[in-house]
Every structure is written in structure tokens, then in C-alpha cells.
RNA sequence: GGUCGUGUGGCCGAGUGGCUAGGCAGAGCUCUGCAAAAGCUUCUACAGCGGUUCGAAUCCGUUCACGACCUCCA
């Protein structure tokens, strides 16, 4: 582990050294998704996001605990009070039991998280399992005087909290006196003593299905507690990173500090990270723009925005192409691109496997291709530079093709050749998650067959019968295979 | 209105006081029966205006533009 990784901190605005709280273990929580409907593509950037994260902490010798939610219960539309329940929303919206919609789309986001190559966390709990934990740290938060009941349904008080010199927004950089004037046109009769307190605990009202028994009536637990439970429940009172998406930052995790500050005193989380937005063309995605699309249907290419399907390798590797940080974009023109790149690396991964080392060593050559794999750990230190790394493995991918044009023979000693190759497989595959789509269609059978038909080919060539070759070429490229007649032979890959 | 962020070559996208990012596209060349692939070469930018500095895309100020969150949308 002799690793010097660096990263954001949202929580103190800067670049902070990464020094675990109980090396090799580490603890990194995200927040999940609520599973009210299909999983958000945005989500999925910040899920691939934080895989790389979880990942790379592994790649450099970490032992990490990875904790990512389910939300299925108590996510409301509205945290003000007057708030609709999403998951019920939907329910009777699809005319199912609530629990069938978290099912159908838990196992929905499954299958996607599948598709991206995305790790399973290595906890994945649910807020439905943890109602009786909810339910005690909210009678901590009161007995400790940061929450109060009103009317069935219990608040966090957020006056109390500042009162005892904690400062309720200090991740978000807001104030609570300016958050209350901006409430205050928006603010109903409600039971909350102050506009910026947030809700606990809700009373369930009597056509409310989600509801469990609590010493304040029939309820369901506030949006915010869950992640405050779950997370102290498996990672501690106070652990190492915990990430989200920036739309989360506030209100949902400034309220978890608040909640945890409150039980356990403590500050939470040492390192906070927030990956930011996905847009599509230049633009937010959204329902109203009508330039909202599901991970499916970018897969599939069945939108009318689209020309295509792209795979899901080719998204997850432009996804990666742009620091976790900045804005991501998605057009037709990047996907295309990213699409090539893939192939590119693929192919370099594959002539990798046939390079060998050559009698003589160029010193020049060979500390120039260790410089690379000394450069591949360097960017992904500083922050997780994926887009640096990616721009690395290019690099590499131009120096395995110029060793397999020259023979396959690698000017360098045998050491130098296992590292670098370590290096590029080990940070494409394992780093970034990139897998090779095609692999599955180069059967051995495959491989038989295409053997043969390149090599009635090559005899068509040799009788120089230009239009059997041709044929035989053009026949294939309709296939999606394609054929390429190097010096030493000829090749195929399957699009 | 408040908080935060962004503006880089034809396009995407890193970097952030002096040193070629990288990819895609374009042009030329090599290889090839022709292609494809690959290689080599080439094109070389930092929103505008001030300031600090020997030197700024990078720091400071300012103007403009765009975006996010604060309010349902991840």
C-alpha cells in the first residue's frame, strides 16, 4: 500500500491526502437509489463513479467495507411536510403493492449495475430493514434535545443543533438564516417549529400503505435517516468517505451530519465525495425537456434521440473519459468516439497477450514504457484521474502497436514487459471495469470456422482472384466480422 | 435573490505559474492487389478586458456567457 492517493474533500474544499482511520481497512459509503422507478442514467454515472472509486482502493492493497443503499421506504417528493411518498406514488400509479415496486425496481437496478460491470457493494442495505434502528436514533436525537414531536410525526430541530455550536449547512456552504428567508413564501401551516427542520419521523396518514408501528403512532422514517443508521450500523460512528451525487449534498447529507452530530457527537464522515451531473447534449436531462433516457433504452438505441445502441462498455469508459468532478456529456459524437477508443484498447489488450521480449534491450525504450505504468498509479492518486489514466493506456495502446508491427518483439527486458503488461491490464480491466464485450463471441468453434474460411481465402489471394477474396471480405463485414490482412497473415474480429 | 461551479484547438476532454496531455475528426506518407487495421508526420487552443509576475491558459480583479443546488425531476 504504498500509495499516496489524494482526494476532493467536499467537506473542506480541498485536496486532502488519504490517510485511513483504521488502516488496511476502509470504510465508503454511497448513497443508493430509490427504487420507485427505473434507475436514473445519471445514477448510473455516479454509481460507475464510485465502482472506480471502490476499485482503485482495492487495486492499491485496501481492505474496504463498501456500503451502498436501497432506499425503499420514506423518500419523499416533498420533505416539507406536505411530501408524497414516491414508492407509493408509483404504486398505485402501476396499480402494485409497494413492495412489488421496490422489488421490480431493485431487480431492474440490479440487472443495469450487471450490465455496467459494476461491482456489487459489499453491503447492500435496505431502509426497510433498519426501521427499528430509525426508530431509536430518533429517540436518541429527542432525548439528546435536537428533535421534537409534533402531531404524531418527530422533527429535527435545527435551532437546537446550532444552538450547541454545531453549524447545520457548513457542508453546502448555507446558512441557516438565509435557508429560513428563502422558506419563508413557501412555508405552510405545518407542525414544524422552524421551516429549515426536517422531518424524522412522518405519521402515516390513513390511506398510507408503508407504515410501522412507532412509540408516536403509525409511521414511516424521514428520507434522511436511513443513510444516518445504515451507514453508523456497518461503518462506525465515524468512517472514511462517503459519496453521492452533488444533488445530494443538500439537503440529504448536510441532514445525516446533523442526524449523526446529534446521536454520536462526532463528525461522521472524514472524506466526502460528490460526483457531479450527466447532461445529455449540452443539457440536464429531464422529463420536461424530453431528453431523458434510461440506460436500456441508451443501450438499445430504441430513442428518438438516438441513431443507435451503444454498449455499455463504450458508456462506462466515456463516463470515465471525464473526471468524476466536472460535468459529463453525453452526445452521439462522444459515444462514437468512445466506441473506437474501446476498440482500440481492446485490440491493444489482445496483442499484448502476443508480445514477447526481443535479445536486445533499449534502455530508452524501457524506461520509457515504465514510465507509463508509473504514470497510471500517479493520475490515479491525484483524485482519481480517470481521464488521465485513460489518456495513459492510450499511450500504452501506441506502444503495444508498435511492438506488434515490429514481430511482437518488445525491445525490453522480460521484467520491464510483465510490469507494463500488468500495468495496462490491470488498470483497464480491474481499475476502470472495462470488459471485453466480444470475448464471448470468439468461440472456439468460431475460431475454427473463420480459421477455414481465411484460409480458402488465402489461396483465392494467392490465385489472385481478387473477387472471391472481396466477396468472402464483404460477406463477413455484413456478418460483423471483419478481416484484416496483416503482414503475417490475416486476422478477424468480431464488431 | 443566495450558495457553488464552469468557459481550453473542428469536436470531446485533462492540466493549472515556465516543460507535447490524450482521444475523435481532417491532411500527407508507409504498409497493402484494393481495403481495413496499425505506424509515422501534420494541424496546436486556453471566453473578453485589466492587474500581479522575468514569465499566466494557470494567481487576483472585473465583464460576459453557461450550468447546478436552494423547489418535483438523479
Not at 459515444?335 to 521480449?357: C, F, H, I, W
Request: charged share 25%.
Amino acid at each position: 500500500m504504498n500509495s499516496k492517493l489524494s482526494l476532493y474533500n467536499s467537506l473542506t474544499r480541498q485536496k486532502e491526502l488519504f490517510v485511513p482511520i483504521n488502516p488496511p481497512f476502509v470504510g465508503l459509503y454511497v448513497c443508493g437509489p430509490t427504487v420507485y422507478s427505473d434507475v436514473h442514467l445519471g445514477n448510473v454515472r455516479t454509481f460507475i463513479s464510485f465502482d472506480m472509486v471502490y476499485r482503485y482502493l482495492k487495486y492499491i492493497g485496501y481492505n474496504v467495507r463498501y456500503v451502498r443503499n436501497i432506499t425503499d421506504a420514506g423518500h419523499l417528493t416533498n420533505d416539507r411536510g406536505e411530501g408524497v411518498n414516491r414508492i407509493e406514488s408509483q404504486s398505485q400509479l402501476e396499480k402494485l403493492e409497494p413492495m412489488e415496486i421496490v422489488q421490480k425496481y431493485t431487480v431492474g437496478f440490479h440487472d443495469v449495475c450487471r450490465l455496467f460491470n459494476l461491482h456489487r457493494p459489499t453491503i447492500e442495505p435496505t431502509a426497510t430493514g433498519h426501521i427499528v434502528e430509525q426508530i431509536e436514533m430518533t429517540k436518541e436525537l429527542i432525548s439528546n434535545g435536537f428533535a421534537y414531536e409534533a402531531n404524531g410525526s418527530v422533527y429535527f430541530n435545527v435551532n437546537a443543533y446550532n444552538e450547541k455550536k454545531h453549524n447545520y449547512g457548513k457542508l453546502s456552504g448555507r446558512n441557516t438564516e438565509e435557508l429560513i428567508a428563502g422558506y419563508r413564501d413557501l412555508d405552510g401551516q405545518d407542525e414544524k417549529r422552524n421551516s429549515t427542520d426536517f422531518a424524522l419521523w412522518k405519521k402515516a396518514s390513513p390511506a398510507h400503505i408503508m407504515r410501522w408501528p412507532s412509540p408516536w403512532g403509525e409511521g414511516f422514517p424521514g428520507w434522511h435517516l436511513e443513510c444516518s443508521v445504515m451507514s453508523t450500523k456497518y461503518l462506525g460512528k465515524t468512517f472514511d468517505i462517503h459519496g453521492g451525487g452533488m444533488d445530494l449534498k443538500f439537503p440529504h447529507h448536510e441532514c445525516e451530519i446533523a442526524q449523526n452530530i446529534g446521536v454520536t457527537g462526532v463528525e461522521p464522515v472524514k472524506y466526502w465525495m460528490h460526483t457531479n451531473m450527466l447532461n445529455f447534449n449540452g443539457q440536464k436531462m429531464s422529463k420536461s425537456l424530453g431528453n431523458s433516457i434510461l440506460p436500456l433504452e441508451l443501450i438499445t438505441g430504441n430513442h428518438p434521440l438516438l441513431d443507435k445502441g451503444y454498449s455499455p462498455m463504450t458508456i462506462r469508459l466515456l463516463f470515465l473519459q471525464s473526471h468524476y468532478s466536472s460535468e459529463s456529456d453525453i452526445t452521439l459524437k462522444g459515444l462514437q468516439d468512445s466506441e473506437k477508443g474501446l476498440r482500440r484498447l481492446l485490440n491493444a489488450a489482445q496483442y499484448l497477450e502476443t508480445l514477447t521480449v526481443s535479445d536486445k534491450v533499449d534502455s530508452d525504450k524501457e524506461s520509457e514504457i515504465l514510465q507509463l505504468v508509473d504514470r497510471c498509479q500517479e493520475v490515479m492518486d491525484d483524485d482519481f484521474n480517470t481521464a488521465k489514466l485513460i489518456a495513459t493506456l492510450y499511450e500504452m495502446a501506441s506502444q503495444i502497436n508498435v511492438f506488434y508491427n515490429d514481430n511482437k518483439k518488445c525491445p525490453v527486458s522480460n521484467d520491464a514487459l510483465v510490469r507494463f503488461s500488468n500495468a495496462f491490464k490491470g488498470f483497464l480491466f480491474d481499475v476502470l471495469g472495462i470488459t471485453n464485450e466480444n470475448e464471448s463471441a470468439n468461440t472456439d468453434t468460431l475460431d475454427k470456422v473463420m480459421q477455414l474460411v481465411i484460409d480458402i481465402r488465402k489461396s483465392a489471394r494467392e490465385n489472385k482472384d481478387w473477387s472471391t477474396s472481396d466477396m468472402i471480405r464483404d460477406a463477413l463485414k455484413d456478418a460483423k466480422v471483419i478481416l484484416k490482412d496483416n503482414k503475417d497473415g490475416t486476422s478477424y474480429e468480431v464488431e
